[in-house]
């Protein structure tokens, strides 16, 4: 057998390793470390046994004292249902219009109302509700179909053009390509924008007005504002859907793009949909 070295200062028995000169002592290790590691083995031998443990095809061994943390999690679920099943009931039978006249109620509405916009809004209007081109900002006082708290209801239940639903709000623009002369579009997207701001070619203004009042006052009015009735977007407010140039309100007169909002009753139901629009309501913009 090879004779182990010994370190000359230490006296201690090296392990035989070596870096660059250096050697490795071969210390024992700590006795208050031993022992800490053999009770882990016994603690972890007991934890397999009492407690679910080994993967199976299928399930899991179930460890003899039968716990799951899904039933415990079942478990509080219910519990937190059962707190809740007390609002969520007044809020059922409560017109939504009515919710904001009662504090608690309120409070666990707006509650209520933030988390399900997280889950199901935030992927078309934002994290914030600030939206993104061609879904609304839901922060602002422009409202296509009206912003108080039972036409945001309406909305939200229903959805916009969503052929799921016979009571979703339905409006469409033509495309004004095939009832319009390309210059007569250029003329009328030319007055829209001057509602706002200063078009390229002041010229087009009048006779765009003109355009305008004979194709378009019958929705969006003689003012160009608006008509929540028909979802007809007010012009002349400077806040646009999907876009602000005068090309893109020129494309958008000539081939209109129309989004489609899903009715949310069916997966969400009506004390949820309350509870959305109370907080959506809140945001600033509600009428």
Known sequence: MTKKHIDEI????TTGH?????RELNNPMPRWWVITFYLCIIWAVG?????PAWPLINSATSGVLGYSSRAENAAEMAIAASE???????IAQMPVEEISQHPDLLQFAMAGGSAAFKVNCVQCHGSGAQGAPGYPNLNDDDWLWGGDVNAIHQTIAHGVRYDGDDDSRFSEMPAFK????PAEVRQ???????????PADVALVAPGKQVFADNCAACHGEDAKGDVDFGAPNLADAIWFYGASEN???AQIAKPKHGVMPAWTGRLGDPVIKQLA??????GGGQ
């Open 10 to 13: 230490s006296g201690v028995e």
């Open 18 to 22: 070596e870096w660059d000169g250096i």
């Open 47 to 51: 934890y397999m046994i009492l407690y």
């Open 84 to 90: 809740k099943s007390e609002y969520v009931d007044r």
């Open 178 to 181: 095939d009832l319009l002369e």
């Open 188 to 198: 009328v997207a030319s007055y829209v924008y001057s509602l706002t701001g200063e």
């Open 248 to 250: 893109e309100i020129a």
């Open 278 to 283: 109370v907080f959506i309501h809140s945001l």
